[in-house]
């Protein structure tokens, strides 16, 4: 019986049938010990899908005994598993074992004692099978009998068979990335083992570009993160919700308001700003599902539909040769899984609210502010406000136009999928739905996604995936669109607080906004909307033999299609601002009832429809063939393959004006004589060939070689072609018997380094070839019109790839139980070739061009990235984690053009900021004056001004109240000429994002904190130059300022002559510590057993924040996120999400 | 399994099969079309040349004056015919009332590496013009008549450019060939010599190329003629004759007398040109800018505008009209006392001594162009269709605004609505057509060589004509012509000719310059103003009579009545605050080159004169 069990398991084919639900959360989640499970002669197989879906057991056995089995018919609830495969199992010629997680099935006798051993019997084969804790096979782990030389590595499917001699009875099982585990194996010859994996994260799967790889076996810095840990934050899309997680990734909101861009940057990837209006984009590249997309699909991809996110972030993205100088962000979407059909439904809502409103003065506090400058300017009488005057402002209760506009909103998110299927053909599908409402103006972001895809292994070994998907996004807004509304914002902000908003209805024309009203622009009618809608259709066919000589082979060919069209609609109709009569000393209050003049403002051609159509079309197209074979303790694999894209796009935009039949937004309501404007046609197609080597010795050696060559259409025949090599090594360290005998603190340190080239080619297509472009503008002649030829591009033939060669070292290790994990890379990157615009200046002007764009910049950057991981159990049930990222990098321009005789005409900013300094000292906003202090008194201006006879400031006599500054090039004055950098750097010391977990029970929160700590910052230039006026209200913290009876104020007189010059100086500057908690999450997992008492196989409920609070502000008046205390606020969500599964 | 296998095989086949039948050559298949442009096959394409020509036209062709001021234009819109330069900060300096230029200022040659705007560099310009006088004549299907009129209009509009080029710097870097960063042709400046020897060079080619070419009236109006090519030829030659190149008393640079020989012979080929092509003057001198089209003989060259084509319109119309009337005046239209004074009487004798001149009554008995072009105080001046209007210029003159003493009448439609007045957007005002060259120039140019080469009868006769025309009666004095008996006087009356006949249209100050009397000028600039007596006569003025229609006391005044105008008004002369007198210096009848220009190249000398200056144009 031993010897024909043996044989029947070496000629068994084993598989699992298993399927893999993800966990819910990183480490608070679970599996039932109990099965609910009804059936009528259900086939065997079914039943241990089922086992595994609701416990995470899996079946390990001879395949022949499953369909040997009979049908069962069961009726469980709730059962314990070991009584549930009992039962199944009664009238089955099979007995069971449960190891590890597993299910061993074997044929019946199996389960009676084994005969006593013979004698002679020196030595037994054991087979086994490795896996994670998900259930996943693991390859390459060490299998060795303990106290003997024997050893074995696990082949691919996780299965091996090692010689145990007779007297050993301990196997050690070892993988890099689990915890080591010890097993005993008397009186078994077949066992299953789970290696817990350790939190190093070194088995995880991780996506590189045309294939995947274990963790261990990259050598690039390549970050990961699994869309659920980001998926329940209520940000605008992904790359808001990255914000502060991944070293080295830069995310930025242009502003808080709905629909405006946030975008990444890897590594502080820069461009010649010159060249960015040719094209040039610091961005980084995205590819969705090994397709290229660009940014507004990745930005309409709903977070619940992302499996997981890599970015490469050195030349671990030369496999992208092409556009992968500035990293790639790579995302991978839900795949169908094997099984019931699961509905998982999860969404939040949410309410946004300004976390910080512009804080102005009050009307009183406004005209008293105003009449103190009077007085000290000796101004003419008719200028002040009277006593009169004041009291009746003090005695006012307008609404600020702010507060008129602005209102607390609602944000939220659904999205709903399926996921189910056999072993053969597995689907998705989900759709979702994100609204994101603006506080003001009906502003909206609403994004309408679809995704379905269907796999199905079609005949032995190929396997096909089609995948599609919709998206639909809708801005709108009643006034313009725009990234951060700061002129609309700005004007009404400003209004003084004297003026009513309307007065019966009839909206007031304050003298600030000059003939328009911003609210009555919100309730004209005025609309501006943009829509965009999208399809991709995304299929492969996987050709992955399993046996005979093509094993080990996996062949791809993947053709992916995509449509985009979208629209622009504006419609600006008339509306009527009045002209109240005023009174007053200074004529500034308002009379409500006499209106003296009504004026239109959007009249004849200033009204406006606008009508804008674009639309683009995309494919891509790519086979790859992939061999990858385990020989002993050699890994090795080899990829090729060919890729090929086009695109082309096209834009059109028609205005129609002079609106002859107020009402209509239509276009036969309008002059019928449209203003076409230039329409927009763009192409581009691509082919590229690369490949891939890796190998990888005894899991502890990986060598990887990685090539593009890549042709794009950007570039003149000749110039087409790029080529890409990268090479990588990887040492797994701890793998080593020297480093494993000796050092215990350290479980597993992997040393990692790669060099490589990558290239782009993102800029403007055929700027090597002369263009002659249509001017509508024109000529007439007489009364004849006729449009205008100009030429726009003075060819560069040689135009080609830009390149970037980075070197990265890494080190990844995890320490003290795997407690604590510890991410380090170095870089340095070597742009050349950058795209740059030729210095017009290095032609005569008389030549009569402007310069090309070519290839010329050269950069350094270098820097180093630190991500500290920690997680230990702190009690019972109680669990924290920690995990903190920072970096540090800098970057010198080594080559750039710039125009020499800027050297000494008087504009420093525009090229000290770059070429050859340091950045962090030699920035635009670092360059002004030093401030020496304020003059308080007369006496000390007197006193100053004996000392320095001939001091003036902008050509100005001091006055008490101004500040007064070092004079910095000697020559007695303070003018432009004395700028100078005031800092030696205003970037902070260390700025870091810090990601907190505690757990308890069902319990789980989770805290984002973003911190900055030193560095510089500077009060903003509206807030700073705000000077008021009658029209024009200025900030609160214009109160604390220097007046003869305030001589301690912080603040200097508003007629200072900095001010007036916007001068930086050193006394704008503040500590640039921030400390704020980003975003919150608090989970509760529902129970199994109540989620079941209402039919649910898995409940959560979270509850949210966004933006939640600054902890640290270095200037009060603004959110440390906003650029400017006009732009629109920073917006903090608070939400309350269910995620639940059916 | 195997035969599973074999189909797995077959599928994917099939699928690599399908991704390689389409397959092209990678250079083909990145070969794409330029859908956004034109590339070098715009020199076979006969529309795509025109629409090159056309823009060409729209950046070179000049504008009423003022239209374009920047880059600190307005160095060059000086003169002593308005109040502009006396209150203008650039007019200021170059007159030296307040201040010198430096030699950064003046800019007008190119301040930008960019073309796609009027003034952003005239290289730009000439680029356009030689990119299709290299390219066009080897062009294969392009009708060889249709190239000849195009690239007769290119070395026209290049002379042209060049032209002006040379009139603001003396001499500048002559480009005549195609560039690209791997052909420059590295120059510096060339003389004045050279220069008018290529502008006449490009005019003879431009009058060859247009010989027998003539513009459709409806479709093509504007284009230039081979009558225009010889009338720009002959205002070439004049100023190459002129005292700004042709110095009469500076040992450095002799006078070169034969200039004006040639000058002379350009002028009466152009003259006579001019009539062949059926150019004449308009009867009415008042109606010159306000016909447009074939009816409007006089004009030579112009450049047509549009108050309803997108981006075609000027607001002229409300520089030049009063606040009442929805203009927003400005001071170029705003005539100074020299200007004033330049109108002789209406039999054409100067007010110098006459009789019949009266300072406080100044408008009564002068030359009929006055009224045709000065509003003063109280006279008639139609504006949005009302007849019989009167225009009220006193200070403080309730519903206006500014000032002004005088407004200037000679670009204003009467019958253009009060709503239309405003250029808003791409659209409004009034569209009236730029005249850049009338016959009466190619007259007076004429006249002028007539004079310079001993033919005072012709020179005489040529300015009766324009004399007749503009109404001055012959009195005792021949039109006044009977004043001048030598050379020297000849020479002033035309000057002073043509400072009244062209008044306003941007041509005196480069008379001045042409003709060496700008650093002459006495005095300083001022302005008139009409004071009201006191407060009660204003209110008196301003009290409405006849509330229908707004009828004044004010608009009943005889203003050719000196008692009842003295009752009410006082004529002031304004200075605006704090002027010296003329005092420009000579070096700046060759502007400088600004640092930007001047730096892009090791090349290129300071115009002399100015600070580092050493190239002398002469």
Known sequence: MQKSTAKTLIVMKIVFIVSTIATLSAYASGYSQTVTFSGKDVPLKNVFTAIRQQTGYSLFCNKQLLELAQPVTVNAREMPLNEFVANVLKHQPLGFRIDDKTIILSEKPEEKPAPPPAPEQREKIVRGRVSDDEGEPLSGATITVKGTKETTISKEDGTFTIKVPDDASVLVISHVGTATQEVNIEGKTMIAVTLASVNNNMNDVVVIGYGSQKRYQTTGAVATIKASEVQDIPSPNIAGALRGRIAGLGVSYSSGRPGASITLNVRNSRISEQAGLFGATPEPLYVIDNIIVDKATFDNLDPSMVEDISILKDASAAIYGAAGAKGVVLITTKRGRAGVPQLTYNGYVGVTDATRKPDMLSGYEHALLLNEGYKMANAQPNLFFSPEDLEYIKGLNYQSWFDALWQPSVTQRHNLSVSGGSDRVTFFAGGSYQNENGNYAGIKADKYSFRSGITAKLVRGLQADIAFNIDHSIKESKNEISENDQSFLEKLIQVPRWVPVSIDGKWVNDNGSANSHPLGHIESGFYHTNKRQAYRINASLIYQPESGFLKGLTARFQVSQAGDGGDVDMYRPNYQVYNFARFGNNEQLYREDSILSVRDVFIGNNSLLRRGLTKRNSYQGFLTLQYARTFDRHNFSVLVGGEQSASNGEDLQVDWMNQQMPGYDDYWAFDQSPNVSRPQLTESTKRSFFGRVSYNFDGKYTLEGVTRVDASSNFAKGKIWGVFPSVGLGWVISQEDFFRDRINFINYMKIRANVGLTGDDRVNARLWQERFAVDAAGYLYGENFVPGLQPTVIPNPDISWEKKRTVNVGVDMSLLDNKLSLGIDFFQNYIYDAFDKGNDQNFPMYAGFAAPVVNYQIRYAWGSEFSIGYRTRLARDLYFKSNINFGFSNFVVDRMFYNRFLLWENSPEDWQVDFGTDPRKYTSSNYGLIALGMFRTQEEVDAFLGKNPNYTIDGKVPQPGWLYFEDVNGDGVITDKDKTPMFNRTDPALSTGIQLGLSYKSLALSINIAARFGGKVFYDSKARRSKPTPQKNVPVFWTDRWTPENPNGKFPRWDDPSIDRGWESTFWAVDGTMIRVNDMTLVYNVPKRIAGKAGLSNARILATGNNLWVLKNPLKYKDPYSSYIYDYPTLRTISLGLSIGL | MKKNLNISIYILAVGIIMAGSGCKKTSDFLTLRDRNGIDARIWETEGAVQYLLNETYDMIMPDFPFQYTANNFAIHLVSDENYFSANDNWGKKVFNFN??????????????????????????????????????????????????????????????????????????????????????????????????????????????????????????????????????????????????????????????????????????????????????????????????????????????????????????????????????????????????????????????????????????????????????????????????????????????????????????????????????????????????????????????????????????????????????????????????????????????????????????????????????????????????????????????????????????LDMTNKATVQTYFNTVVIIPNGNAGFSMPEYYYFFSLHNQFINSTPLLEQTIGWEGGTFDPL
């Open chain 2, 99 to 556: 201040g010198f230029l430096v030699a950064n200022d003046p800019r007008y040659i190119a301040a930008k590496y960019q073309g796609t705007n009027i003034g952003d560099n005239r290289y730009f310009d000439v680029a356009r013009c030689n990119l299709a006088i290299a390219n066009l004549p080897a062009s294969q299907t392009i009708p060889q008549q249709t190239k000849r009129g195009m690239l007769g209009q290119f070395y026209a509009l290049r002379a042209m450019l060049y032209f002006n080029l040379t009139k603001y710097y003396g001499g500048v870097p002559l480009v005549l060939e195609p560039q690209n960063p791997s052909s420059l042709t590295l120059q510096g400046r060339v003389k004045a010599k050279v220069m008018f020897e290529q502008i006449v060079k490009d005019l003879d080619s431009a009058i060859a190329n247009l010989d027998g070419i003539s513009w459709s009236e409806s479709t093509e109006r504007g284009k230039l003629t081979k009558a225009a090519a010889m009338a720009l030829k002959a205002k070439a030659l004049l100023y190459w004759a002129s005292p700004q190149f042709n110095p009469e008393n500076d040992p450095q640079h002799p006078h070169d007398a034969q200039r004006w020989q040639t000058a002379h012979q350009a002028a009466k080929e152009a003259y006579e040109g001019c009539i062949a092509a059926g150019h004449a003057l308009m009867p009415d001198y008042s109606k010159i800018f306000q016909t447009e089209g074939a009816a409007n003989k006089e004009a030579i060259i112009i450049k047509s505008y549009s108050a309803t084509q997108p981006k075609r319109g000027h607001d002229v119309e409300a520089r030049c009209r009063p606040v009442s009337e929805n203009g927003q005046p400005h001071d170029y239209y705003y005539a100074s006392t020299h200007m004033l004074d330049a109108y002789t009487m209406k039999d054409g004798t100067p007010i110098t001594g006459n009789n019949d001149y009266d300072p406080e009554m100044f408008w009564l008995n002068r030359d009929p162009r006055f009224d045709a072009t000065m509003a003063y105080n109280g006279c008639t001046w139609k504006l949005s269709g009302k007849n019989n209007r009167r225009q009220w210029t006193y200070v403080n003159a309730i519903e206006e605004s500014g000032n002004r003493g005088l407004y200037c009448k000679k670009f204003s439609s009467p019958d253009l609505p009060f709503g239309n007045v405003r250029k808003s957007g791409d659209f409004g005002g009034s569209g009236m057509d730029w005249i850049e060259l009338r016959f009466a120039e190619v007259m007076l140019n004429y006249a002028e060589t007539a004079n310079e080469t001993g033919d005072l009868p012709l020179a005489k006769q040529l300015v009766r004509e324009i004399r007749k025309r503009a109404g001055i009666e012959e009195g005792a004095f021949d039109y006044g012509l009977a004043l001048a008996n030598s050379k020297e006087e000849m020479r002033d009356l035309i000057m002073n000719e043509r400072m009244v006949e062209f008044a306003f249209e941007g041509k005196r100050g480069d008379d001045l310059r042409r003709t060496r009397r700008m650093h002459q000028l006495t005095g300083t600039l001022e302005a008139l103003q009409f004071v009201v007596v006191d407060d009660e006569k204003k209110k008196f003025l301003e009290t409405v009579i006849d509330p229908q229609t707004g009828l004044r006391n004010r608009d009943t």
